[in-house]
């Protein structure tokens, strides 16, 4: 079975903080695909990133960054010095391989960040 | 930058009537996807759709969903009789190729309130 675990429903920071957002997702295949999207009040879907299992170096884009640990099946993210224009939902998701598009997401972390 | 557009942006109607929401995805893309996103909730696979066809759906998506391609640029989902809990935001998508090699775009949504 496929699943994604967002353990955190909500954080709340101080503009400027760093944050992590926890992933940890489960599946069987050896071949797969994680996303992380962004979901402003305005409620549209906001592509941040795409990984597959093969590939388990860090990224980095601006003040964000993920880390990828396929022992552990955790696919988190941070957001360095955190800004109120940060404050949305942000969902980890898991796409198989073989199955094109059909995307098993968390149930979220909603991040608040205060002025 | 190209986009997948939706319409309505926000549709009310009453319990057991028909609706239509219209997306019109990329135009050279071949995968066409429905998402739900109750409100508060996290965002679930409704159905694939390609080459004319339904190529995966839900448990979600019952008899009183259906999918068509009417023309070339259209993709529309229809709720037969709608009931109080179809109300969320539906989320059209679509991707260019198979085996998935890129970003699933997502359009802006459609937010359905049955009353």
């Known amino acids: 079975a496929q699943k994604v675990t967002q353990a955190q429903t909500e954080i709340s920071v101080v503009e400027k903080e760093d944050v992590t957002l926890d992933c940890v997702y489960e599946?069987?295949?050896?071949?797969?695909?994680l996303f992380w999207y962004k979901q402003p009040p305005s409620g549209e879907l906001v592509f941040l990133i795409r990984?597959?299992?093969?590939?388990?170096q860090n990224e980095i884009s601006g003040r964000y960054s993920w880390n990828f640990q396929k022992s552990t099946s955790s696919f988190n993210f941070t957001i360095t010095a955190s800004q109120v224009v940060d404050s949305a939902v942000y969902f980890c998701?898991?796409?198989?391989?073989?199955?094109?598009?059909?995307?098993?997401f968390g149930q979220g972390t909603t991040l608040q960040v205060k002025p | 930058e190209p986009e997948v557009t939706q319409t309505p942006s926000h549709q009310v109607t009453q319990m057991g009537q028909e609706v239509i929401l219209r997306c019109v995805p990329i135009s050279n893309h071949l995968y066409f996807y429905w998402y739900r996103q109750i409100l508060g909730q996290k965002v679930e696979f409704l159905v694939s759709f390609y080459n004319n066809e339904i190529s995966e759906k839900s448990e979600i998506f019952d008899d009183q969903f259906s999918v068509e391609r009417p023309d070339g640029s259209n993709f529309t989902l229809k709720i037969r009789s709608t009931k109080l809990e179809d109300s969320a935001m539906y989320f059209c998508?679509?991707?260019?190729?198979?085996?998935?090699?890129?970003?699933?775009?997502f359009g802006e949504g459609s937010r359905l309130t049955v009353l």
């Open positions: 599946t069987r295949d050896t071949t797969y695909y």
């Open positions: 990984r597959n299992s093969f590939d388990e």
């Open positions: 998508a679509s991707i260019s190729t198979s085996g998935y090699t890129g970003e699933l775009f």
């Open positions: 998701a898991l796409l198989r391989f073989s199955n094109t598009g059909k995307l098993i």
